[in-house]
């Protein structure tokens, strides 16, 4: 398959963004209950909900994002790149939970009170992750048809 520059962008951001949630999971699994993680990665505050709820939502998705999206997202892009039909096939499947995960993390947060309505909430959670995961499943499909 012909790799273009919208190609490029593609895979590129989302080595990036993957990159980046990546990692910060991986600080998640590795040191679950520290300040740091608590501050910088989950948000929001263990003592306004149910502290074993809180963990323990916050640790499934960083033990789903480090061992299982971040995988599929870098050989997607790695693939995409190579030209190659499964690299935008994964890329299909790496960008749905860009924009799933935002649902049940606004229910979550909405009722649990997990982290507070900041305008870095709503770029983040509601704003960038989504909106590239639209795009990048857009891309890909239209290049599998």
Known sequence: MEVT??????????LLLMGLLGTLQWVAVLRPKADWTVENVYGGDPSTTDPKAYFAFNQGLAWADAVFWMPIQVAASIGMLLGERWGFLLALVASVPFWYTAIPIFVWDRD???????????????GMFPAFGLLEGIYAFSRLV
């Open 112 to 126: 649990l009170g997990i982290r507070r309505n900041t305008v870095m909430y709503w770029v983040i959670i509601w």
């Open 5 to 14: 520059a919208l190609t490029w962008i593609v895979a590129i951001a989302g």
